[in-house]
């Protein structure tokens, strides 16, 4: 009883929510469903209702059939709640859908800032030379560190852990159905048995380690593969290190011979 009067109606905390990014090239209800079928393989949990944004920089000039293109994305488990790089025009359609514009910003080259002409200075008189004054070395700037997280326990299944702006280390199994989240890279000494997502926020430079590959899914900078029929390059329970070559995911195993 005495809870129910303390208790706030509503409490505001900071969250952190991932959601991936689907970038579309392509406006065609009945292509973007075969991309999906193709990506997916059929399978239903593929995306598990993952948060989606759609990034229309490449089809900003059409017009889209949002009804179908949500009822679309729904039905592959993908949970449209934002879009980036529409058009203003656009803008309130999205809105009347529940959507949220989500503003990019893009970095801007540095303007060099002209410092103002100084009045002339006055004539003074001449005077003797003073002493040369000691200038301190400049201090190079120190570099913002973020440790990585460290998880010490199995990421079981259902379970989602996110190491935002560093690397993760996972010391023990992460088990199917459980996924691993990292900005950078994602090192796990155990099993890798569910999914694996490096460089969640672009970076296409992350890797994934892992001590046994037997993974559902991994993804650098949101390039998906997966391993529905098996481990074509070589076989499963080894340790690997997962890269982007260009657009594709690339696995090397790293068991040595000694």
């Known amino acids: 009883m005495q809870n129910s009067l303390t208790r706030k109606p509503i409490e ?18 009945t292509k973007l469903e075969q991309a999906l079928k193709d990506m997916t393989g059929g399978a239903p949990d593929f995306f598990d209702d993952e948060f989606a944004i759609l990034d229309l920089e490449a089809v900003q000039a059409e017009t889209m059939d949002w009804p179908a293109l949500l009822s679309l ?8 709640v934002a879009v980036r790089n529409a058009r203003e025009d656009e803008h309130a359609a999205i809105r009347a859908h529940g959507l949220t514009i989500d503003v990019v910003s893009k970095a801007r080259p540095e303007v060099p800032h002209e410092a103002p002409a100084a009045p002339p200075a006055p004539v003074a008189p001449a005077v003797a030379p003073a002493p040369a004054a000691v200038v301190a070395e400049p201090v190079a700037a120190m570099p913002t560190h973020i440790p990585a997280m460290i998880i010490d326990t199995p990421v079981r299944a259902g379970q989602r852990v996110y190491a935002r702006g560093c690397d993760l280390i996972v010391t023990a199994s992460v088990n199917n159905g459980a996924e691993v989240i990292a900005d950078g890279s994602i ?11 490096a460089g969640a926020r672009g970076n296409t430079e992350a890797r994934i380690f892992a001590a046994a590959m ?6 650098i900078a949101g390039i998906y593969r997966t391993f529905d029929n098996g481990f074509p390059e070589f076989k499963a329970n080894q340790p ?5 070559v260009g657009d594709s995911i690339e696995m090397t195993s790293m068991k040595t011979n000694s």
């Open 240 to 244: 690997v290190q997962i890269k982007l």
């Open 12 to 29: 505001i905390k900071i969250s952190t929510v991932v959601a991936v990014a689907v970038s579309l090239n392509e406006c065609a209800l």
């Open 73 to 80: 994305f729904r039905s592959f488990g993908l949970n449209v």
């Open 214 to 219: 037997e993974a559902e899914l991994v993804s």
């Open 187 to 197: 090192h796990i000494y155990a099993p890798l048995r569910g999914r694996a997502l």
